[in-house]
DNA sequence: GTCTATACCCTGATAGAC
DNA sequence: GTCTATCAGGGTATAGAC
């Protein structure tokens, strides 16, 4: 039989965050509470405590974790030479990366105004370093001559959101595939920056 | 001498709303207690319950008001004929009106989770019936053989997202104008949705 | 490492005086 | 129309037993 109390905190670690990720991705960080995560991993609210000094630190760790994991990823990827190309891999990695962690983004992107300033700002940069990449994307085709962009800063703002936007909408199992969402999604970024027909 | 107590149903009505608002988007929903409004409007707690049943429907009124007006706002446009107008007069539209309530605009789209199921039906619908009055322009310039779209339902959903993350970044008396960004943003959508050159 | 118990505060909402 | 006072419940976080 199983001890009803003992060692686990190498599973109820990874545990808990699921759960919060969960939970603050569904009702909203400030309409969850501990006793909820606690709940839902099968503990009592004040072994949450053993995991993380407070609740903001449990939000703040997901978002820093979902943010450096995003960019490692995304510098494994071996870079297309070509611009036109380059830009198709940023949009299909975007993608399908936050296709797989809708709850992740979503926290990401929405319980920023939840941190302290320290905290936010570092969170933030860690956002603007990742949008940066895009960014150098669209300047290294504009300087080529591939692209034709009145602002590249403004550029990768709108794609960026307009490509985020797609963890709204697609459902797996759905009238579209991931692979064709990939592809609309790049077809219309590559159009959006190209040269006026 | 202004009286301490009195009528003011009239006022104090729009300025709890008006509260409210800032308040939800600064702060989100469930963080923002009945208290901290009335401080704000600078009456007692229970002095809100004359104005609205409880909280979430101080919520979804405001988010019902501003989906309302937005549709109809856009219906007093008359609108342009060839589809590239039509989609660029939307797009116009759509950062400036979207641009000048960015706290309504933010809670429209990120507190719908906090609705109950019947509310969140109804301001879902709200939200629908706008987002098709784009599709049907891009459905239009399909037909026309203006546009070049493999699917309109997802380049609406794509366009959207991109137009309205514009309230994300943009701040007035910043690098680029008003009227900068919507020309900017309607010069990336008309192109994302054109013919390949 | 987890539990029970609890301190202390804030929550949404209501009742009744003025 | 607003206030004061209040209720019952739930919030985060901690203390100390096991």
Redesign the interface.
């Known amino acids: 039989m199983a001890r009803k109390t003992g060692s686990h905190s190498d599973i109820t670690g990874p545990k808990i965050r699921a759960a919060a990720e969960r939970l603050f991705a ?6 969850v509470s501990m006793r909820q995560i606690a709940a839902e991993v099968g503990v009592q609210a004040g072994a949450l405590y053993l995991y993380t000094p407070d609740k903001q630190s449990l939000l703040a760790g997901l978002m820093r974790d979902h943010l450096e994991a995003l960019i490692a990823s995304w510098k494994t990827q071996t870079p297309a030479s070509h611009p036109h190309d380059r830009l198709r891999q940023f949009v299909r990695f975007h993608i399908g990366y936050h296709i797989d962690r809708p709850d992740a983004v979503f926290i990401a992107y ?1 319980e920023l ?2 941190l302290e300033p320290d905290r936010f700002a570092e969170i933030e940069a860690l956002r603007r370093s990742y949008e940066a990449e895009l960014e150098a994307i669209l300047r290294d085709g504009q300087a080529a001559g591939v692209f034709e962009l ?2 590249p800063r ?2 990768s ?6 490509l ?3 963890t ?2 697609y459902r797996e199992g759905g009238r ?1 595939s991931r692979a064709e ?1 990939e592809e ?2 790049a ?3 590559l ?7």
């Open positions: 569904r009702h909203g960080y400030a309409a929405m105004r939840n009145a602002d403004l550029a703002m709108a794609l960026i959101a307009m985020t936007g797609v709204n909408w579209l969402v609309l999604y077809d219309m970024a159009k959006s920056v190209g040269r006026v027909a």
